[in-house]
């Protein structure tokens, strides 16, 4: 008997997949392009629908730091409603980006990484992928780091001990020994989080706006009414005039909408578990300015009033919820701090996962296809994150923050071949075959995997920028140079979009399709699932039967002229 329930036992275990699920007949050069959770997505994992997309902004913009966005244009001499303006103005412009790049994952379903292939081929593609996966890895460090001091917040309201437990962490830390208590609990539950598939996270997505609106409204509140009013800051204008202010204007406007580079980058990642692809438009330009206008307004209002309470303006609210218990250490105090703080902390933990977890978990999975699975990206990306210590990042390497806040010059390059790509060269049709080939005849293969038409436009759209961000990082430069950094995004986004369209001008890519054509699908569907509920066939806006091109180019003998390949 005891033989025979060891032995059910051990059948009840799975055995340990080494093998990302769909790459397991995957072989040669192959191996490093395909699984199935990195291929268009099924018909029932595309969950995401107009109002999940409408609120998911307030899932990943309802952050602390968010709280505080336009604090920095004040300091230098705008008003609180100037420099939310200049903040709202530039994610309206972002948000349009946002759009435009993500309108691949949303008609394909396909995430960033595979639509790097398209424009700097198969294996091309390895270092903006890899790239984009530091960057999700570090920010992800950076915001378990809030994430721990919401968390810290909690603790403190429960017992003033944690307050007073001896500091082992050094100066060179952003936390203390009771941060990182709450570090680690705020890094242990997000990873519970995270075992939750991604098409599965709408209610969630969902809970979190509710979880927003009552936070702010009780937080805005609170504060508030302590103060007696909203406080001088929120009426006071600004203090620059003329020319400075207007080159207040023009920064803080165009800062708006490069601080939200990532978003416009990998904007497939998300975009592609829409339902319909045109659910994603109104989510995307109504929902993200929105969404970031109505926190950026509650934040500062709630900074404002910190002027009357203690006669200084503190834009942390986490900062300012522990002030307000540990000045009255009262249980309504107390139980006030715990449950908006409980509040943060479950925003933060949602736009961890949407804004680093689920970027990184598509690149490493897409690095890494052959043993490595979407999911598994998202735990290898939680423990490098904690394995960076990303508290003594934070808390004594000014260069690094800076360097953070600078990323967009190389982002902005990205974007650019990406738009031009899709829209210009392809005109809206990608092979998604060739996408997970090495094939030599395959449109993405170019020059050995590697398009150089993409990498010397990426190169080229950084270079103008390049001083710029040098100063950023401390280097000395004139004015001029750092009044044209402020342009950084937009002058890297469109000159890498003309240079890669000049050389694809000069040196025609497979695949390029001419001006006159528009070819992109009306909604993609897998092989394996065209005639699931009705959709038996996907057909281009131009009439021409995807399915039926794709049927005479596999039957056609030998690389056509449109196949061919750069030698």
Known sequence: MASSLIRRFREGIPAPHFQAKGAENVHGEDMW????????????DRTWNLWTYLTFWFSATATVSNWYAAS?????????????????????LIAIIIVLNGRAGAKYHIGYPILNRAAFGVFGAWWPTFNRAVMAIVWNGVNAVQGGQCVYVMLHALTPK???????????????????????????????????????????????????????????????????????????????????????????????????????????????????????????????????FLVAVVGNLVGSS?????????????????MLQTSSYTSSRRAGCFFIAAAFAYSAIFSSIFENSLPAGNDIAALFPKY???????????????????????????????????????????????????????????????????????????????????????????????YGFLNNMGVRASD?????????????????????????????PAGMVGLGEWREVKDYVRPEERGVEGRADIESESGESVVREMAEKEAAVGVSPARSVDV
Request: hydrophobic share 50%.
């Open 33 to 44: 392009l395909d699984n199935d959770d990195i291929r268009p997505l099924k018909l029932a």
């Open 72 to 92: 920095s244009a004040q300091a230098l001499g705008l008003g609180m409603w100037e420099s939310i303006g200049c903040s709202f103005g530039g994610q309206i």
């Open 162 to 292: 944690i307050a007073n437990i001896k500091n082992v962490m050094g100066s060179g830390s952003v936390l203390d020994s009771g941060g990182m208590i709450g570090f680690a609990i705020f890094w242990i539950l997000t990873c519970c989080f995270l075992v939750i598939p991604v098409p599965k996270m709408r209610g969630l997505v969902y809970a979190k706006l509710i979880v927003f609106i009552i936070s702010a409204i009780a937080m805005c509140a609170w504060t508030l009414t302590l103060a007696g009013g909203i406080g001088e800051v929120a009426r006071q204008p600004g203090t620059a005039h003329g020319s400075t202010k207007a080159w207040l204007i023009v920064r803080f406007l165009l800062l708006g909408a490069a601080s939200c580079a990532t978003f416009a980058s990998n904007a497939a990642d998300f975009q592609r578990y829409a339902t319909k692809p045109n659910d994603v438009l109104l989510g995307n330009l109504v929902g993200f300015p929105l969404s970031n």
């Open 306 to 322: 910190s002027q009357v309470l203690y006669g200084k303006i503190i834009w942390s609210p986490l900062t300012y919820l522990d």
């Open 372 to 466: 490595i699975s979407v999911r598994k990206g998202f735990f290898i990306c939680a423990v490098i994150s904690f394995a960076i210590n990303p508290w003594y990042l934070l808390g004594s390497a000014s260069i690094f923050i800076s360097f953070l806040a600078s990323y967009q010059i190389f982002l902005s390059s990205i974007t650019g071949v990406l738009l031009c790509h899709y829209y210009v060269i392809s005109r809206g049709y990608l092979d998604i075959d060739d996408l997970y080939t090495s094939r030599k005849d395959g449109v993405y293969w170019y020059f050995h995997g590697w398009n150089w038409r993409a990498y010397l436009a990426y190169v080229v759209g950084i270079a103008p920028n390049f």
């Open 480 to 508: 001029g140079v750092a009044k044209a950094y402020y342009f950084a995004y937009p002058i890297g986004l469109c000159v890498s979009f003309l240079v890669y369209w000049g050389t694809c001008w000069v040196s025609r």
